[in-house]
Structure formats: C-alpha cells, structure tokens
C-alpha cells in the first residue's frame, strides 16, 4: 500500500515562519577568477593562438562569449583545424608582435582590471598591432583603450602620424578631436602645414585647411581712444 501524501498532523495545518540571515554579497567573481587561473597555468586549453613562433594557449569559450568573429571561426573546424595537441589552432599572420596578443588576452580574460587604467604598450607598433586585434575580431573596449593611449603626449611632431592611425582603423572620434586642437592652434597649425611628412597625406592636409578656413576670426571691438594731452604753455 503506497502513501500517494504525507499524512497532516492535526485537522487544520498552522504556519510556521523561519528567519534566517541574510545571504550575503560575497563580492567574488569565482567564476572569473577561476578562469583566469586556468589562464594563468595553461591548464584546460582548447586553443592556441599562434603568432611570431610564439604560442598562447587560451580557452575556447572565453574567446567566443567576447566576440563574435571567435565564436564563428572556433565553431568551423575548417578555419581553426586543431593542431598537434588536440588544439584548435589560430595562426594570427597579420600581428607582428606578439606583445599585443598578451594584452589582448589579458584583456578578454579581465586579467589584473587596475592596471589596464594605466595601458602602455612600450611602441606605437604594439599599439597598432593591438589595434588591429580589436578591428579583426571586433572588441570595442580593447579599440577604447588603445586609444586612449594613442591621445597621450600629442605633439606636433607626431601628429601627422597619430592622425595617419587615425585614418587607418576608423578612430573618427580621436581625428576630429586632435583636428579640432590644431585648428584652433595656429601657431602649432602652421609648424604641422609646413612640415614635409604633410605633403604625403594630401587628404588630412586637406581637412586641417578646410577645418581652419572654417574657424571665425575673433571679433576685436575697438574701445575708446584715449584723450591725448594737452601742451603746457
């Protein structure tokens, strides 16, 4: 004989109330971490990003939760075929330093958040190369900080080379920004327009010329004349 319910004591039930303590916000992101200390050891890797004779093993679902373009490559085993290892293998041809690769990483994976306030990569090459990391498999954030970078100690002596960045990976933003500074700077203006690396880039020194004719003059008001004195006799 089955009991199909849990036998009620007494002939109308009463409620009873437990208080328990709150939960508690622990404030830990164990999932996060645990990651990153798979990261960190190299342990549970399923992909490897190859890049100048060097290797960076990561972990698929990471890569493919950030972006799009990982998710689509990691998920067609003809365009990531796996390597000696059991690895999928990702062969990044167009990055020169493999620096950039780290930081991307270290990037996807939150590794050490602090000090990406102060990002400084230690030339402007590994900027690009992490530049085109982000333009490749479209991180915005890591374009943001590599940009923000690429907005330090401007000087009209690397302008032209800034603004040349500029152009090549769509950081409109930061152009009419740095382009708004020196139209309003004529001194510095001038120093840019005559400097021979202009003449290369016969469209930025189009927009710098069309951008200062753009530029009101100041209105000088002339004030009163002052009185002039009279001679003495």
Known sequence: MSIERMPELGTKPISLTVKLPAIKDRGTDHLGEGLRELYRRGDLTD????????TFKCHRVVLAAQSEVFKEGLGNASTAPPGPGGKQEVRLADIANPEAVKFMLDYLYRVNADIWEDYNPRTQEINKDVLRLAQNFRLPGLTEKAMHWLAQDLTTGNVVERLTICED??????????????TYN????AEVASSPQIMSYPKL?????????????????????????????
């Open 205 to 233: 020194m189009q927009a710098m010329l069309q951008l200062a004719a753009a530029v009101p003059e100041p209105d000088i008001k002339s004030g009163p004349q002052p009185k002039k004195k009279g001679r003495k006799a």
């Open 169 to 182: 990976f769509g950081l409109g933003a930061l152009r009419e920004r740095i382009l708004e500074q020196l």
């Open 47 to 54: 992909v490897a990003l190859l890049c100048a004779e060097q």
């Open 186 to 189: 004529k001194r510095a203006l």
